[in-house]
């Protein structure tokens, strides 16, 4: 027995995930894949491994092993391949600068679409007032933020809205500005007022290739308006990011929608999945299971590689699970859900690190007070150096909790009652993280692979 000294000394646990089992190491964290006989020789050497009660019911994928191995050689390989894995695991530095501000500038909007979080519709008014706007923004410059979002609601709704973009480029010009909008106002009189060209950059909403699959959700006559938008904007030489919300309805459409994204000469195209939060929790059978969503994203990834080695391509597409991915690749103690270098500011002045954690503080509110001073508060500073997994009960013992951090703080808060409920949606998660675990031992290059597949490839 002493010949597996220093190969398995932390506690694992393996997820059994059909014909392969994942084993995690929650406390580095580390991760590989094995399969039944790899994990039968493994547990031959070590009594460390409890099996959790999770299991994941996967169709594929199916591996074919070749005759097993000597264990000895197996065993060898796989001590080396885990001081691989655990040299690469890397802790991101936790930074308390912050590069972007989001503004939610208005809630007023001219659809109405059934999952929209912020619940915007043209009833509503409520809007950031301009001198609000402007402020924030020279409060940013001043702590060193170059990138601006406007978001909404639809923020072409508001009829000063070329007022308030002429004033941000007053107050520099050297600001990069995001605007995101749905495409259905914008015409080619608005084009040549937003006079930023370089700086500017459009990030409109893209749900089908197709108006029947659009309009769904969109609403009537969207599609056409929207794709004239894109078209407008590409005339004008401003860079497009389309964001398509993955719906059950539209989750087939995918390569269509990317052939088209490469027609229309966009930048990227990012596959989003949705928040159950806002409109959506009255809708819930448009959302796809996450079963749906790792398949996707497994699937958007194998047409993007197989298109790319006939016909390269421009556009950058990312899949419905690259946060996951993003987690998993990094994998410190750090990633957590407050750990984004940004600011949000909601309609009625609030300040948050995210768009999905409202009332952080009835101090924190842009009218009462400045950006540098709220974001070095009490209430901003104590959530933001927290560990946060570190703090949820439910987390403690979650195989995952420095993969996932923890989970949505702002869904947790909005269904239980403060930032260290749990997340709901936390099954979610872990499904995510399994499947693209296990989607990865597919290929026996991948580092995480050390399935006997992977062992006698290597060998031969
Ligand atoms: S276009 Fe955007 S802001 Fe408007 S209703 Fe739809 S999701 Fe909400
Ligand atoms: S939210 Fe769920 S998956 Fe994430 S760390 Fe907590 S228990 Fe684990």
Redesign the pocket.
């Known amino acids: 027995m002493n010949c597996i000294n220093g190969l398995l000394e932390e506690k694992c646990r393996s997820i059994d995930a059909g014909e392969i089992k994942v084993i995690i190491f929650p406390e580095i964290p580390l991760w590989f894949v094995v399969d039944k006989k790899g994990l039968s020789i493994i547990k031959t050497i070590t009594e460390q491994i409890d099996l959790e009660k999770d299991s994941f019911d996967l169709a594929d994928p199916k591996f074919s092993n070749p005759s097993p191995p000597s264990p000895r050689g197996y065993i060898k390989w796989v001590k080396k391949k885990i001081n691989e894995l655990r040299s690469n695991v890397i802790s991101p530095p936790f930074s308390e600068r912050f590069d972007s501000l989001v503004l939610e500038i208005t809630d007023t909007c001219n659809l109405r679409c059934p999952h929209c979080y912020v619940e915007s519709a043209s009833s509503k008014h409520n809007n950031l007032s301009s001198e609000d706007i402007l402020r924030a923004i020279r409060e940013a410059y001043e702590i060193g933020i170059r990138n601006i979002s406007l978001t909404g609601g639809e923020i072409f709704t508001r009829s000063d809205i070329f007022e308030i973009l002429d004033q941000i480029y007053a107050i520099s010009k050297d600001m990069r500005l995001y605007l995101y909008t749905n495409g259905t106002l914008l015409t080619e009189n608005m084009f040549r007022q937003m006079n930023f060209k370089q700086k500017l950059k459009l990030i409109i909403s893209l749900d089908g290739s197709s108006p029947e699959i659009h309009n769904r959700i969109r609403g009537k006559n969207s599609f056409e308006r929207t794709i004239r938008s894109i078209e407008l904007a590409r005339e004008f030489n401003y860079p497009v990011v389309l964001q398509c919300t993955i719906f059950s309805h539209n989750i087939n459409d995918y390569k269509n929608l990317i052939e088209f994204a490469e027609k229309l000469g966009v930048e990227k195209l990012i596959f989003n999945p949705l928040q159950m939060l806002g409109r959506l929790r009255k809708n819930v059978k448009l959302k796809p299971s996450v079963h749906e969503l790792a398949r996707l994203d497994e699937n958007i990834e194998r047409f993007v590689k197989s298109r790319c080695e006939k016909n390269p391509f421009n556009v950058k597409v990312y899949g419905p699970l690259h946060w996951a991915r993003t987690r998993m690749c990094y994998t410190g103690r750090w990633i957590r859900c407050s750990s984004h270098p940004s600011i949000h500011i909601f309609q009625d002045g609030s300040i948050s690190f995210c768009q999905f954690y409202r009332n952080l503080s009835k101090k924190l509110n842009i009218k009462k007070i400045s950006l540098a001073k709220a974001i070095s508060s009490w209430e901003f500073t104590r959530i933001k150096k927290l560990n946060v ?1 570190d703090h ?1 009960y ?2 403690q013992s ?1 195989t ?2 420095y993969i ?4 949505c703080r702002g869904i947790a808060n909005h269904y239980g009652k403060n930032f260290f409920d ?2 709901p949606t ?1 099954q979610d ?2 499904r995510a993280f399994v499947l693209l675990m296990v989607c990865s031992a597919k290929y026996s290059k991948s580092p995480h692979n050390l399935t006997l597949r992977a062992y006698t490839s290597e060998l031969a």
């Open positions: 997994v949820i439910a987390c979650c995952f909790k996932c951090g923890g989970g749990p997340d936390c998660y872990k």
